[in-house]
């Protein structure tokens, strides 16, 4: 279905045409309609699946131009998710007439300031920063009637729910509220119901989710060899961009320092950087200019990126919920992917678990066996130099009391004894 069969302004579907996006997906389809009719939604579908445009597409229109204050309130997890929804109403918003603005840590707090002061109608921040504006008076929602939180199990997962809660008892008593999420826990359930009226229910079931244009294979590797192995998966594979996803940040950091040292173009994405080292490797990636991203679970969600060709689990995911999250992250937007994963021995049995989450056994990548066969050999001249050093050592070492018995001929050389030579020149004076 076409977006201005949803009711989206004819200028608006341009502008998405535009970004190559012309038909809507199942979660905007049944979305859209109930946010554009005033009803308080609980959407609940897998990542990719295109809940971004499902929320900010009908608020845009609802937006007033001449407004002076905030009218409207995105809340997201991270800095990494709310830049990336702010990117999406950059291009949207100039359709409508209006501006948003995105705040999150990390970033100038004085220059927040001052585009505050400007009056933007769509706020879009992580709750942390949006609280510190609010405490400094920065920042006031009380008119704000339309509040969208995405991505609320993660908000669940980092510890943000109380976070939340505050934010919301600031916002108008009439809003609009609209919860979009992978997966819909028992406590991210309540608090929706706790601050809604009578809302509507969308879940898209996994089964929609773009997992079949993903490859999804095992591949065998000792926790010592996992290094040597995904050399090998960028060597045979010749990704064009490729995730490589580890359970910490040391871990992160030091496959993608290892990396770099084999000649390879990669860099690391983790919480421990800078929002300007985390905003310029993410830049770097997208361009192309790093080719590949070894990322803790903070990439698995949010990030939209296009041309990732491969994604790799160099660490098993803590859960099924991640490891859909982190595949995700290729076969996007109707195209083909690869997903590999490293496994150890031991970790057989939590890859069952996951197997059964997916409903699916994963497949040993058939190149695998093809990877051990091809170890680098040494040329046949080099070869036979080899034999031809080995000849007078073994000819020296099968005399008879020769000191080189049971020696490796290969630690050094050693010049044959002159001992006999003397004697006999001794016996003919």
């Known amino acids: 279905m076409d977006f201005q069969a949803l009711g989206i302004k004819k200028e608006a579907a341009e502008a998405l045409r535009q970004m190559g996006i012309l038909e809507a997906t199942p979660v905007q389809e049944e979305a859209i309609p109930l946010v554009r009719g005033g009803y308080d939604v609980i959407a609940e579908a897998q990542t990719g699946t295109g809940k971004t445009l499902a929320f900010l597409l009908p608020i845009l229109e609802k937006l007033k131009p001449q407004g002076k204050t905030a009218q409207a309130l995105v809340i997201a997890p991270t800095r990494e998710l709310a830049i990336q929804i702010g990117r999406v109403a950059d291009s949207l918003s100039p359709v409508y007439g209006v501006t948003s603005l995105v705040l999150y840590g990390g970033a100038d707090i004085e220059r927040q300031k001052e585009k505050l002061r400007r009056g933007p109608a769509l706020i879009i921040g992580t709750p942390g920063r949006l609280l510190d504006h609010l405490r400094r008076g920065t920042l006031t929602i009380g008119s704000v009637n339309r509040v969208v939180l995405d991505e609320a199990d993660e908000m669940l997962h980092r510890g943000f729910v109380e976070d939340v809660e505050s934010l919301l008892e600031k916002t108008a008593r009439d809003r609009q509220f609209l919860l979009f999420s992978a997966t819909m826990p028992d406590r991210i359930r309540a608090l929706a119901l706790r601050y809604m009226h009578a809302p509507k229910f969308v879940k898209i079931k996994a089964e929609t989710v773009t997992l079949d244009t993903i490859e999804q294979v095992i591949i065998d590797a000792s926790t010592e060899k996992k290094l040597d192995r995904l050399c090998e998966v960028i060597n045979g594979e010749n990704p064009y961009l490729m995730m490589v996803f580890c359970r910490t940040k040391e871990r992160a950091q030091q496959v993608a320092t290892e990396l770099s040292v084999r000649g390879y173009l990669a860099d690391a994405l983790h919480g421990d950087m ?30 939209d990126i296009e041309g990732v060709t491969h994604v790799v689990n160099y660490d098993l995911p803590q859960s099924t919920e991640w490891y859909i999250h982190r595949i995700g992250r290729t076969g996007r937007a109707g195209s083909t992917g690869k997903a590999i994963t490293l496994i150890a021995p031991h970790e057989y049995e939590k890859l069952r678990r996951i197997e059964a989450g997916i409903k699916s056994r994963l497949r040993k990548e058939k190149s695998e066996r093809k990877h051990k066969e091809t170890k680098l050999k040494k040329p046949a001249s080099a070869v036979q130099e080899k034999k031809q050093e080995k000849k007078p050592l073994s000819k020296y070492a099968n005399r008879k009391g020769a000191a080189h018995k049971g020696r490796n001929p290969r630690s050094r050389r050693q010049k044959p004894s002159t001992k006999s030579n003397a004697t006999k020149r001794s016996k003919l004076r």
């Open 274 to 303: 800078t929002q300007v080292q985390r905003a310029r490797v993410l830049r770097d990636f997208r361009a192309a200019k790093l080719q590949i991203l070894c990322a803790t679970d903070i990439a698995a969600r949010g990030l």
